[in-house]
DNA sequence: AGGTTGACTGGGG
DNA sequence: TCCCCAGCCAACC
């Protein structure tokens, strides 16, 4: 949609108690950036790192409209599933992209977090 | 200004 | 574990 419209406008809105100044959008293309190749991360996880929880939603919904240089396919869901609409009839580009780099799907298309999960923004 | 929508979560059954 | 449901909150009618 439109990027970077939408993203211009979030940034003098405010999110919580999280002052961005320098813009949601930005906010969390900036952190998904710092994901390595074969590790993965929650939506929940980029919300808290954005200081506010609850904002897993919105991230998601930034996701749907990122930068090509955001490696937007390893955020995925708590529960270490895929949420994606990305994907072309039965072919999750996603999942596929994820194998790539090593990441291994159980039963269900569930990705263990204990193995994959990245963690490198506890403070 | 008010209602609807989610690439989400956590808790309860 | 799985499914359902109530919160959530910015974006978008």
């Known amino acids: 949609m439109k990027w970077p419209e939408a993203a211009m406008r979030a ?4 999110v919580g108690q999280v002052r961005n100044g320098a813009g949601l959008f930005e906010r969390v293309y900036a952190l998904v950036r710092q994901v390595p190749s074969g590790r ?6 980029v919300a808290a790192a954005l200081g506010n ?3 897993a ?4 919904w930034a996701m749907r409209t990122c930068p090509d240089d955001v490696p937007w396919h390893r955020v995925v869901n708590g529960a ?7 994907e072309v ?8 992209w994820l194998e790539e780099e090593g ?3 159980g039963v269900g ?6 193995v994959c999960g990245w963690n490198g923004w506890q403070e």
């Open 53 to 55: 929880r609850r904002l």
């Open 89 to 96: 009839g039965s072919f999750n580009p996603q999942r596929a």
């Open 40 to 45: 993965v991360v929650t939506y929940g996880q």
């Open 109 to 114: 298309g569930r990705i263990d977090l204990r």
């Open 80 to 86: 270490g599933q895929l949420s994606t609409r990305a």
């Open 103 to 105: 990441v291994e799907f």
């Open 57 to 60: 939603r919105q991230v998601g």
């Open 11 to 14: 940034s003098n809105g405010q």
